[in-house]
């Protein structure tokens, strides 16, 4: 009976812990600042990883998820309704480019279910840039080394 019980246990504790590391695995290098897992390996290399769409601004909105990020809705010219994230208000908010509702856009970036994860956005002649395509690197991230904050 104990041995039976234990075997059970064991059981338990390793069922547990392989899910637990694929549950962790699909994390993605790519996914900082969007409030989704973006798939394995995380990794933005690949032509077939970059979307181009043009379409009409539905709405800019708060980002789900995010204390302060931004996202746009987006209807695509080709059909189908997208979210795009696009980065923290501050970013945006410090742009000479700026996107309203009814505005004609081009967006750049991977597709991640029905959003976007979005590398630039472009309008008549102006670009946004956000994240570098190469490994999804944030714009706002670019200029400083990352360090553990000791609060």
């Known amino acids: 009976m104990k041995k039976s019980l234990w ?4 059981l338990t504790v390793f069922v547990t812990l392989m899910m637990a590391g694929v549950a962790l695995a699909g994390k993605a290098e790519w996914s900082y600042g969007v409030p989704v897992n973006i798939g394995e ?5 690949g032509d077939e990883a970059i979307v181009t769409m043009k379409g009409t601004v539905q709405k800019i909105e708060k980002m789900y998820g995010s204390k302060d990020g931004l996202q746009m ?20 908010d410090n742009q000479k480019i700026k996107f309203a509702k009814g505005d004609k856009v ?3 970036g991977k597709k991640v279910g029905g959003a976007v994860i979005a590398s630039e956005i472009s309008k008549g ?5 956000l994240r570098n395509e190469e490994d999804g690197q944030a714009v706002w991230q670019c200029c400083f080394p990352y360090k553990e904050r000791k609060d």
């Open 7 to 10: 075997a059970a246990f064991v």
């Open 41 to 45: 390996g995380g990794s933005f290399t």
């Open 73 to 92: 809705r987006f209807i695509a010219d080709e059909g189908g309704k997208w979210t795009v994230y696009m980065g923290p208000k501050w970013l945006i």
């Open 106 to 108: 081009e967006v750049r």
């Open 125 to 129: 002649e102006w670009t946004m840039r």
